[in-house]
């Protein structure tokens, strides 16, 4: 009973070619379509102060990186961003002072776009 190599090989196995595959875009990776990234404008007195220095916060997708966030603000509000930041927003439990039943605050994901001085996007 032989355990290595008791087989021989009779033909020469010639290397197969592998296409390496296509690198996809990374606007479109994920959620499927570009629009889909920026779910809205975040409006909180806080966000409302970073606009006063080019600092504009829009809720994203949970899947959202920062490539596709990029592209999103540059097809919708044709300005480039300098930088852009993420972060996570952690879910949080409720309780309802009426019944004192409990519930999820879900939680989600808001990105930070800084744009290049001068350049402003205007948020209805």
Avoid: C, W
């Avoid at 290397?15 to 499927?32: H, L, T």
């Avoid at 600092?55 to 959202?64: E, G, L, R």
């Amino acid at each position: 009973m032989a355990l290595f190599g008791s087989k021989k090989k009779t033909e020469e196995q010639k290397p197969v070619a592998v296409k390496a595959p296509a690198r996809a875009n990374p606007a479109q990776i994920g959620s499927g379509h570009i629009a889909h990234v920026l779910k809205r404008p975040r409006i909180t007195e806080k966000a409302s102060m970073h606009q006063s220095i080019g600092v504009y916060t829009f809720d994203v997708m949970q899947d959202a990186t920062k490539s596709q966030i990029i592209a999103e603000v540059k097809s919708m509000y044709k300005v480039t961003p300098r930088k852009v930041r993420i972060v996570q927003i952690p879910s949080k439990q409720t309780r309802s002072t009426r019944t004192g039943k409990r519930g999820m605050r879900i939680g989600g994901k808001k990105a930070y776009v800084y744009l290049k001085s001068g350049e402003t996007i205007t948020i209805a």
